[in-house]
Structures are given as structure tokens and as C-alpha cells.
């Protein structure tokens, strides 16, 4: 009995010998494999790092007094001949570029010329005609050109308008009256806007420059973060005796209006009641357009009934005849009322200088 059951543990043991060295022979034994975590490694996870966030662009609200657009830097006279050279350079570029064909690169060429100051008054008699007639085709025609930054294509949707608050020009941002982006189309009449059919949106708002010296008004386009471009340059006639007030203005709110009742000044030898549009003695002339300003200096914002407006006169264009307002032709005036924007947001500004 006691043979059997020692010879029953021999072989008990040997199983148990075998088996270990198969388990071994499969998966190696590991020392590391039982080592027990930390005490507190399922409760300390360890320092959360935070993840950066995607940059959002910020949107400020708009504000009580919507800002006025900052007008063009006088263009500055260099002060080296070195200066001179490069804008020889820019303006020799520019024309070339032009008679190429090539209108985005002679445009930006030419203006940046224009801006940068130094030009020969032989020189800025050439290459204003030349900007004019490359904005015309550039910005006031309905082609998109490749490369241009101060316009961008639109599919309306149906229901959609051109104006009005939810319009497509307050929606985009556009800073231009809706009549200016009719007047780019060709569509007579914002009516005329048909959904899914593109037309061509401008990006401004445009600025404005009165030399009193020249006589002139020049128009710039300057979207912000855009250097700006020379739009135009038109004849005006201002007030007698260095009447007209100098300095920095904008568009009144609402101060665009079309056939605004005159009222006679104290030379006029006309009873001061208001004269409506179409009377005889209606001196703003065939349009009626006038465009109200509002002082933005300390010198100029008690000055009140100051404006650009259409005249009876024509003649007096190009002369210092009237009370102190900005006298325009019939068909400048009404580029200008639907180039310049009073609207949501941002004023044009126009600014007075010697």
C-alpha cells in the first residue's frame, strides 16, 4: 500500500514538471509582468494637457457711431532722387503692362505710382487718363478679371435682393451704394436681379479728395487691408473767396437725397422758402442730388448744411462762385451719389484739402 501511493506521487509530480515546462515553452515567464501598478495610477491620471484651440477670427458688434473710412494718404513728394527713379520705373512698368493688355498689373502699377508721390505734371497728365480708362474696364463693366482682388462674382439665390438690410450689399459687406453694383451689371434696376444668374460685386467703400487749388475731386477705391485704387478724377466748382471749409468729413446718415427742395441763400435776391425740383428759379440743377457732410475735425464739426451737390450752373464748374458747397456737372454728381456710401457700418469720407 505504502509502495503504491509513494509510486502514485512520483508520478503526480512528474505531471506537474511537464506541464510547468510546456506553460514555459509557450510564453516565457517575465519578472517585469508582475509588477503591480501604483496605488494611485487609476485615480491620478496626471496633468491634463490642454489641447490648443483653432484660431477664430473676432467679430466686434457693431457700434453706435459706425467708424468713417480713413481717405487715402496725401501722397507724399520723395525726398531722394532714388525715390524719383522708382516711381519712373512703376509708371514705365505700368504703361507698358497696359499696352500688353496686361489691365490687373497695370492698374496696381500705375496707382501705387500715382500714390507714391513724385510724378511730373507730365507724367500725371499721361497716367490719370489711363487709370480712368483701366477702372472703367476693370471695375465699372461687368467682367471679372483674373487676379482681382477689389471685386468677387455672386449667384444670387432665389428670393434674394440687392439691397435693403438682408441684401446681398449689407449681407457681403460691400461698403458701396446697391445702385453702384446695378450700375457695374448693366441691370438698369436692382429689380432686374435674377436668381442664379452672376453678376459682379465691387468691395469699397470709395473716398474722396477736393483740391481746392486744382479745382478737382479725385475718387479712390480702398477696401480695408487694399491699397487704394484711383477711380477718378472730375472737375468741381467751389465757394468764392476761399469759402468752401477744408478738412476731414463724412457722409451724413441718410444725407444722400435726390431732388431736394432749395432753399434760397441771402445773395440769391429770392424769398427764403424752399423752392421745390423742376421750379424755374430750382437751383440744383436737373438732378437735385445732394450729398450731406458732417465735420470729423475739431475745426469743422459745427459747420452745418455743408454738401455736394448738382447746380443750375453749369458754368460755374471750374470756377470759386458759390457759398462754400461742392458744385458738380449733372453726370459727375450722379457717379459720385452712387459711388459714395452712407449706409450700415462704415461712412465714406471725403476729405477738403489745399
Known amino acids: 500500500m505504502k509502495r503504491n501511493t509513494s509510486r502514485m506521487l512520483i508520478i503526480l509530480c512528474a505531471i506537474l514538471v511537464s506541464a510547468a515546462v510546456v506553460v514555459l515553452m509557450v510564453k516565457p515567464w517575465r519578472p517585469e509582468a508582475l509588477a503591480l501598478p ?37 501722397p507724399v513728394q ?159 466748382g467751389l465757394g468764392k473767396d476761399g469759402a468752401t471749409p477744408s478738412g476731414r468729413w463724412r457722409l451724413i446718415a441718410g444725407g444722400k437725397t435726390e431732388r431736394k427742395p432749395w432753399t434760397p441763400t441771402a445773395g440769391s435776391n429770392l424769398p427764403p422758402a424752399p423752392i421745390p425740383w423742376g421750379h424755374p428759379d430750382y437751383a440744383l ?12 475735425d475739431a475745426d469743422n464739426q459745427h459747420i452745418t448744411d455743408f454738401g455736394i451737390h448738382s447746380t443750375s450752373d453749369q458754368d460755374s464748374i471750374g470756377g470759386e462762385t458759390s457759398l462754400g458747397c461742392v458744385r458738380m456737372k449733372d453726370a459727375d454728381i450722379e457717379l459720385v451719389f452712387n459711388m459714395l456710401y452712407d449706409g450700415r457700418g462704415v461712412f465714406s469720407v471725403v476729405e477738403v484739402v489745399d
Open 285 to 296: 440743377g436737373f438732378k437735385g442730388m445732394w450729398i450731406g457732410l458732417a465735420g470729423l
Open 78 to 236: 520723395p525726398h531722394s532722387a532714388q525715390a524719383n527713379v522708382e516711381t519712373n520705373e512703376l509708371v514705365a512698368r505700368g504703361l507698358a503692362a497696359s499696352a500688353g493688355g496686361r489691365h490687373i498689373q497695370a492698374r496696381t502699377l500705375l496707382s501705387e505710382a500715382f500714390f507714391a508721390g513724385g510724378l511730373s505734371p507730365e507724367q500725371e497728365a499721361k497716367i490719370v487718363p489711363e487709370m480712368e480708362r483701366l477702372f472703367n474696364e476693370t471695375i465699372l463693366s461687368p467682367r471679372i478679371f483674373d487676379g482681382d482682388e477689389y471685386v468677387e462674382q455672386c449667384i444670387p439665390m432665389p428670393g434674394q435682393t440687392l439691397a435693403g438690410s438682408r441684401g446681398i450689399v449689407e449681407s457681403k459687406c460691400l461698403y458701396v451704394p446697391a445702385n453702384f453694383i446695378v450700375m457695374v451689371n448693366r441691370m438698369g434696376s436692382g429689380q432686374n436681379m435674377q436668381a442664379g444668374k452672376s453678376i459682379k460685386l465691387v468691395k469699397g467703400p470709395f473716398v474722396a479728395r477736393v483740391y481746392k487749388s486744382r479745382l478737382a475731386m479725385d475718387l479712390y477705391l480702398q477696401p480695408e487691408g487694399r491699397p487704394p485704387l484711383f477711380a477718378r478724377r472730375l472737375p468741381v
Open 38 to 74: 501604483p496605488v494611485n495610477s487609476l485615480e491620478d491620471p496626471g496633468p491634463v494637457v490642454a489641447m490648443p484651440e483653432s484660431p477664430l477670427p473676432v467679430i466686434t458688434a457693431p457700434t453706435a457711431t459706425p467708424p468713417a473710412v480713413e481717405p487715402a494718404a496725401e
